[in-house]
């Protein structure tokens, strides 16, 4: 097993073959600079010949892209079955792309060269052979993709090697061993790196690319290196075709945290959670709140003697990594499978002082919520407020008389207007607003009643809005609970209202939303 791996990260070009993500060359721009920050050692742009999106960020790339730890790598294809290296238009755009590295696919299956590329075995060595030799004398380095050569190596050993070879000879810095099915499993993995390891010996960089068809992507990754493979590629946040690629975000901590493998420079590692977050955000995909290590809940704790331990002995009890190691932090989640110590350090997270007695009422409180529905895992904004007010607290900002929505329907469309009526201080106010729906004109109205007190709300908005049906068998009587996620431009923030009336539940969780807001002004004041 080597002391460390290098970092392939091809998230711009094999990550976005992801189901949903569709990157515009901006967005591009953007991910090479988190992945540089994190401090991958390669990043693999795109594929310049396949499309003008990729030609223009290599274009882009040479004069807007300023790395500290990455080099940039562009990916193409060996040339054709009969063709010539030097008229051959993938290879000629590899080297018109201006990246200092290529990385070529070529097939190592003898299945797809008599199938697919219908020629014959000796030519499908020539390929590859003759491809990484051109490009090297054009100046590149060269790494090479063995396609299928899990199952290349499977059904034909011998072939398999002599494509490797060829790679090799020819002047290919790295092979890299690609399961591009994604169909092999851990143990196969470590066997056949280790076989080819000690065919080519400690002298030739072997690398790894692991597809999660059978969801062992990290698993294989991990095999390879402990079998002596010391390139690994993946993609952030697991992002990739059908079921995706090896998730960095999970082999990065697996290897230096648990192998004693080093992926990243010193201080990186925990930019893990940062970077997994902000790439989501750019390829517009919601986070993956269960992912080990970055995710949201990867150290969240929700069960009683759990909170109780975490309260008495610290993380250490039911967490296996600090989490501050990879950038995250403890969660405890407030339910009613928790009790009162959880409690406790739930309202200590808030900065909330809750004594011994409150936090049993309220325990038994939450208790009673949850069982019609409500739910504070997902909304700690209109938990932090409950804790608040068991506290003794009071929301000083505005208090509800009434209110009154009207939806219109005509010819030309749908008209909502809400009216609002609410005591702001000792003045009663009341407000009409118009909106696209109940809750924008319940929002409009309420913030013209209110804003002149309160400036702070014109940084406050709603960025997502969901509604649950929480018994489908009670048709339109149902219970519905709205979860309402809002932002200051600085901090983002859910809460949570249930009732069997979808515009009840809307106003709770809204109003819930402004006051938290009204709370916890932006430290940077206007966004």
Not at 135 to 151: C, I, N, P, S, Y
Not at 263 to 277: I, N, Q, Y
Not at 383 to 398: C, D, K, T
Request: charged share 25%; hydrophobic share 40%; glycine share 12%.
């Amino acid at each position: 097993m080597p002391a460390a791996v290098d970092i392939f990260d091809t998230t711009l070009r094999d990550g976005a073959q992801f189901e949903g993500i569709s990157l515009s060359v901006d967005d591009k721009l953007r991910i090479a600079e988190q992945l540089d920050w994190l401090g991958v050692k390669f990043v693999e742009g795109g594929y310049p010949q396949a499309n003008p999106k990729d030609a223009e960020f290599f274009r882009r790339a040479r004069t807007e892209l300023a790395f500290e730890t990455a080099t940039l790598v562009a990916f193409g294809s060996t040339r054709r079955p009969l063709g010539k290296v030097d008229v051959d238009p993938t290879l000629s755009a590899l080297v018109e792309a201006g990246a200092p590295i290529a990385c070529i696919v070529g097939k190592s299956w003898d299945f797809h060269v008599l199938e697919a590329l219908r020629t014959t075995l000796d030519e499908g060595v020539a390929m590859v052979g003759e491809s990484v030799e051109f490009l090297g004398g054009e100046g590149l380095r060269v790494f090479f993709d063995a396609e299928h050569f899990f199952d290349g190596y499977k059904a034909n050993p011998e072939y398999a090697l002599r494509v490797l070879e060829a790679a090799a000879t020819n002047g290919a810095e790295v092979l890299v061993l690609c399961d591009t099915n994604g169909g092999s499993l851990p143990h196969e993995v470590e066997r056949i790196v280790g076989e080819v390891h000690s065919y080519f010996g400690p002298d030739q960089l072997l690398g790894i690319h692991t597809q999660n068809d059978t969801g062992c992507a990290v698993g294989n990754a991990i095999a390879a290196v402990v079998a002596g493979a010391s390139q690994l590629q993946g993609t952030i946040n697991g992002y990739g075709e059908r079921t995706g690629n090896a998730n960095l975000m999970t082999c990065i901590p697996n290897l230096e945290l648990k192998l004693g493998v080093r992926c990243l420079p010193g201080g990186r590692m925990e930019r893990l959670t940062a970077v997994s977050r902000h790439v989501a955000e750019l390829v517009n995909l919601p986070p993956h709140d269960a992912d080990p290590y970055v995710g949201a809940s990867a150290f969240a704790h929700k069960g009683g003697l759990h909170t109780s331990a975490l309260g008495r002995a610290g993380g250490a009890t039911y967490e296996h990594v600090d989490p501050g190691v990879v950038g995250n932090h403890t969660r405890v989640l407030v339910s009613d499978l928790g009790g009162r110590a959880g409690m406790a350090m739930k309202a200590k997270e808030f900065g909330v002082e809750l004594d011994d007695r409150a936090a049993g009422i309220l325990t038994e409180e939450l208790k009673q919520l949850e069982s019609e529905g409500w739910v504070f895992e997902a909304a700690d904004a209109s938990l932090e407020l409950l804790m608040r007010q068991a506290a003794g607290w009071e929301q000083p900002y505005f208090r509800l008389e009434g209110y009154r929505v009207t939806t219109y329907h005509r010819e030309s469309g749908v008209e909502t207007e809400a009216t609002v009526r609410v005591w702001v201080g000792d003045q009663r106010r009341i407000a009409v607003g118009e909106g696209n729906g109940p809750v924008n004109a319940l929002d409009a109205a309420l913030r013209l009643a209110v804003n002149g007190d309160h400036p702070e709300l014109e940084h406050v908005r709603l960025t997502d809005y969901k509604v649950r049906v929480l018994d489908d068998e009670a048709d339109t009587d149902a219970v519905v609970r709205v979860l309402i996620e809002s932002t200051n431009g600085e901090d983002v923030w859910t809460t949570v209202g249930v009732n069997t009336n979808i515009i009840e539940a809307s106003w709770r969780a809204l109003t819930d939303s402004l006051v938290y807001g009204l709370l916890h002004p932006p430290a940077g004041g206007a966004t």
